[in-house]
C-alpha cells in the first residue's frame, strides 16, 4: 500500500474485476486462456516442424533371399528333418502390384543327446579320474548329482586353489 492507505490503481480495479466475475466466470476466463495459448504454441510448433504425411523417399526393406531345396545339403539320414516355412509379405508402395510372397524353407537337424549309461556308477570322484572320465558333465555317463558339489553341472571338477 502506499499513499493514504486506499486501494486504487489499475491492479486494484483488475483484482475488483476479476472478484465481481464469480466462480463460473474466473473458470471460465482460466479456461479460455489456456486454449488461446495452446493455440498460439500448436501454431508456433507447427511452423517450426511442419509434419508430412507423405515421406520423402519410399521405405526400402531388405527381403531375403529364395533358397530353393536343390541348393540345401542332403539331410542326414539317421536325423529326422524339421521342414520350416515363413512367408513374407513384403509392400514397398500402396499398389497392390508391387506386392511379393517370398517363402523360405529350411531343414533344421534335431540335434541328437547321448543317454546316459545306466551301468556306469561312480561312488566318488576318485574312482571318475582313476577311470579317466573327470570331470564329468550333466548327461555324461556316469555323472551324478552326488559328485557335483557345487551344482553347476560339471562334476568332478579339478581343484583350481586359491
Request: aromatic letters at 4%; proline letters at 14%.
Amino acid at each position: 500500500m502506499s499513499g493514504n492507505g486506499t486501494r486504487r490503481g489499475p491492479l486494484w480495479r483488475l483484482r475488483r474485476k476479476w472478484a465481481s466475475l464469480g466462480l463460473p466466470g474466473r473458470i471460465l476466463a482460466i479456461v479460455l486462456g489456456l486454449f488461446a495459448t495452446m493455440t498460439l504454441l500448436g501454431g508456433i510448433l507447427s511452423a517450426v516442424n511442419p509434419a508430412d504425411d507423405t515421406p520423402d523417399s519410399p521405405a526400402v526393406t531388405s527381403t531375403p533371399a529364395a533358397v530353393s531345396p536343390a541348393s540345401l545339403p542332403p539331410p542326414p539320414v539317421e536325423t529326422p528333418t524339421v521342414t520350416a516355412t515363413a512367408t513374407a509379405t513384403v509392400i514397398a508402395t500402396p499398389s497392390p502390384a508391387s506386392t511379393r510372397t517370398v517363402t523360405k524353407t529350411a531343414e533344421v537337424p534335431e540335434p541328437t543327446t547321448t543317454a546316459p549309461d545306466p551301468d556306469v556308477y561312480y561312488e566318488n570322484c576318485d574312482e571318475a579320474r582313476a577311470a579317466g572320465d573327470a570331470p564329468l558333465h550333466r548327461g555324461d555317463p556316469g555323472y551324478a548329482p552326488h559328485l557335483d558339489r557345487d551344482g553347476d553341472g560339471v562334476a568332478c571338477e579339478p581343484y583350481a586353489g586359491p
